[in-house]
């Protein structure tokens, strides 16, 4: 466990987020799955590669991650996952009702914070250059609104 997921989960309890860390194992599977399946450029998603995708980072940080949220709630059910990429070893697991606090948090650590579900419907994330991004993945899955 890295400093900051010491840090990450002092600030989850801080504001009485209820989480899980995720055994290893499914950890990696869902690091292989996302890197069998989602097209990257370079250490980023290529999101001008996925069908229906939105970026929310032009907007302030926290209006973006409530646009995010709203956006996640329309396709997600119980239980999201955030795992990162560099700054955070651990993967963590909250409940749905609890996912604008978490966004807020997630996005203070200066790492790639992807958020999603195990069965990788759809992927959201909130990179360290400030971009907040979403995208279904799956043709299944209801279509967006227009923001």
Not at 4 to 11: K, N, V
Not at 69 to 79: L, T
Not at 91 to 98: F, G, K
């Amino acid at each position: 466990m890295s400093y900051f997921d010491d840090e990450l989960i002092t600030e989850l309890r801080s504001h009485n987020i209820a989480f899980n860390i995720l055994p290893e194992n499914d950890h990696a599977s869902i690091v292989r799955e996302i890197n069998e399946t989602i097209p990257f450029s370079g250490s980023k998603i290529a999101w001008s590669k996925l069908n229906k995708s939105i970026n929310f980072g032009g907007d302030l940080p926290d209006f973006s991650t409530s646009k995010m949220a709203k956006e996640i709630k329309k396709f997600a059910d119980d239980k999201i996952i955030f795992l990162g990429d560099s700054a955070c070893d651990e993967a963590y697991c909250i409940n749905l009702e609890q996912l604008e606090d978490a966004l807020r948090i997630f996005s203070e650590i200066p790492q790639h914070t992807y958020i999603l579900q195990k069965q990788l419907d759809w992927i959201a994330c909130i990179s360290f250059e400030g971009d907040i991004d979403f995208a279904l993945l799956k043709p299944s899955a209801p279509q967006t609104s227009a923001l």
